[in-house]
């Protein structure tokens, strides 16, 4: 009889213990998330930064490839600074436009206000052609404007490029007088200078840049007129810290 009480005693308290023991495995399941496979998780797709270079010659690359003008130096050198993001850029630009040319492609082609980041480099052709200084005068403030509303109404997403100084090139040195023109670019320069300043815009000389161009060919492209690839190098040199900064904020 004792071996028989034993033997149930026995019965029971394994059919109990077995019982907690899956109650338990149950709610450890539950609360602990399951494992995943990491190699079956979606990529990220990078940011794309949209970047919109506004301008004339110096800026689509007049007599220079296509990835040497400065935008796309820039272009790469941003990707090259942070592989984590694509980048596209556009460009309105073409030789021999005045601001009043820029104003009108603008307004022709309607570019979504998209942009991350927006260059502007105009006025030389203004300048050459002879039309009254009081255009640039109010026409540059006109183009910033449509630049900052192309880069979501932040301001601090532009950059004023300066003017190039094309009397420092073979070109510049037998058209009329490389003393006027100086002095005339000195003037466009100072009033997109003084207008940035005023108004919290981020102005970057590269004049000084191109002022080595009778001294240092190497900075003139082919056409003895335009900056050439090593001198879009530099103009890049000193746009590119402020770029960067500029997509990290």
């Known amino acids: 009889m004792r071996t028989t009480l034993k033997i149930i005693v026995t019965f029971?308290?394994?059919v109990i213990n077995t019982s907690c023991s899956n109650e338990n495995s149950i709610m450890e399941s539950e609360i602990t998330p399951p494992k995943t496979d990491s190699s079956l998780q979606l990529p990220t797709r990078p940011e794309t930064i949209n970047y919109l270079a506004l301008g004339d010659s110096y800026t689509i690359g007049q007599s220079v490839c296509?990835?040497?003008?400065f935008p796309e130096q820039l272009k790469q050198s941003l990707k090259n600074s942070n592989l984590q993001n694509n980048f596209s850029l556009e460009i309105i630009a073409q030789t021999g436009w005045t601001t009043t040319n820029l104003i009108s492609a603008i307004e022709n082609k309607k570019p979504d206000a998209k942009f991350d980041l927006v260059t502007l480099l105009i006025g030389v052709n203004n300048q050459y052609q002879g039309i009254n200084f009081s255009v640039y005068e109010k026409e540059f403030p006109e183009l910033v404007a449509k630049a900052i509303s192309l880069v979501k109404g932040n301001k601090a997403k532009?950059?004023?490029v300066s003017i190039p100084d094309y009397a420092y090139t073979p070109f510049g040195q037998s058209y009329g007088n490389p003393?006027?023109?100086?002095t005339?670019?000195?003037?466009?320069?100072?009033?997109?200078?003084s207008y940035c300043e005023t108004n919290s815009i981020l102005f970057i000389n590269i004049t000084d840049i191109t002022r080595q161009g009778l001294s240092n060919s190497n900075l003139v492209a082919s056409d003895g007129l335009h900056p050439s690839t090593d001198a879009?190098?530099?103009?890049v040199q000193r746009l590119l810290p402020k770029a960067i900064a500029i997509l990290q904020n």
């Open 184 to 193: 005339e670019i000195d003037s466009y320069n100072a009033f997109a200078k």
């Open 66 to 69: 296509e990835t040497c003008r």
């Open 232 to 235: 879009y190098t530099l103009f």
């Open 179 to 182: 003393t006027i023109i100086s």
């Open 158 to 160: 532009l950059i004023v």
């Open 12 to 14: 029971f308290t394994f």
